[in-house]
């Protein structure tokens, strides 16, 4: 049981993550096919996990309406949601528009889902604007320095920001299109160069400990 | 004094959304037209290298957003697309995205046939596509071993404008619009390793992140958030949805720095009280 659980896996693990990597620096036609032939497992692989995601979602949320938990109403939308879009994808075979007509699905997609989603990251406006007025406190110089940047970025980003750079500081005779320029070219992106190289060399280490078999989160609790 | 002040440092937020929602909704519904004076480096970067590209000449538009960061990305694929149209560039319009099908689609059924354009001689439109390394790789060696129809099912190879294509090699460059990491992908897995000109639009927030693409020209040129998109529409002399919406933009900004220092002004003089 052992060997199935454990070794199996971390067999395939080491063999495919091996061969996969190697390939990536081999200019061969033969590695050029084994990657085509991998990236279509892959796909398969995707389609069995994206169908056990939906088993898993759909069971949490029976589990929460079986239960009556606080709030298990929303529970119910998950089901009425999913069997609305099915019924309309199964109705247009799929299709967003036929013949420059939108169909069942189009509608769906246009008038509930764009909506919705739109809505939802809307929120975020909200929320930025109560932040903005009752926690963004400058108590300090480096919060100084935050709210600095994020001004000049923020009226570096809009036509009415330079009206008023320009009507303000004019005399300077620097704009505030340089100022802003000047912030993303030096000071960020060398932070976020910093940043992408710590993330590029971590993202390594942890693809190594993988196929090593030195990390085996993917394995479970067993 | 001290009691009023700090009444209004916990004014109700329920007051500074509707002041929000107010600022938002009155620009939109009656257009102050405030004039954009400057256009940023990238933004003319992209433009020129669209411009200049000769006319027949194919380019993929991966479009890669949905409804949550369309009021910014939207106008950007909108005035790209139109720009590759009056230039009689091919589009390969393609996403790796699930939720982008209905903003293409409404894109393709009223752009195209502004320009006169046709579908299969002018663009074509590819599937979604969930495994986006496998495609991206795949496509530096054999677009249809990949994409073998296009998204109504029909052969891609039978389209006019893909009889020359095979390959990256036979692609002037690839325009990435999105909300998400998958510009990276394009710049990583084509621009670098094939030396594919990658162009991009992303959102305001994410366009401070791609400065190092910039600098290093791994990244020929980008459109930064719907100010980006109103750049390019007088680039190309088309009002469209960037400009329009900028008015709206302006006003909430101009609202949150008005916002901070009020309240820290608030602050500092109950300090000294």
Redesign the interface.
Known sequence: MKIIKKYIPLAIVFIFGMITLASYYVPHRTS?EY??WI??W??IV?AFA?FLGMISLFYVHYKKIERKVDGWGYSLFVYIGFLIIMVAAMISHGD??KG?K?TCL?WT??NI??????T??SVL??F???T???A???KSTSAFML?LAG?I???G???????IW?KLFSWTHI?I?EIK?WI??VP??AG??GI?IGIAIGAAVTSLKIIFGIERGYMGKD | MKETLNKMLKIDRRWLFLLLTFAIIIPILKPIGIPSKSTSDAVKDIYDFIDKLPPGSTIILSLDYDPSTAPELHPQAAVVLKHAFKKNLKVIIMTFLAGSGGLIDELVRTIPTKYSKEYGRDYVLLPYMPNILAALTQMSSNIYAFYEKDIDGKPLREYEMMKNIQSYKDIACVVDITGTAILDYWVAYVGDKYKVPILGGVTAISQVGYGPYLQKKQLKGLIGGMKGAAEYERLISEVGKGTSGIDALNIAHILVIVFIIFSNIVLLILKFL
């Open positions: 050029e990657l085509e990236n279509r892959e796909n995707s994206l967003i528009s420059g939108v189009g997609f246009n889902y764009n909506p919705l989603s739109a939802m990251f406006a909200f930025i604007i109560s903005a007025y009752r963004f406190r400058i709210f001004l970025l923020m009226l980003n809009i036509p009415l920001g330079e009206i320009d704009t299109a320029n993303i070219n960020s992106t976020k160069r992408m």
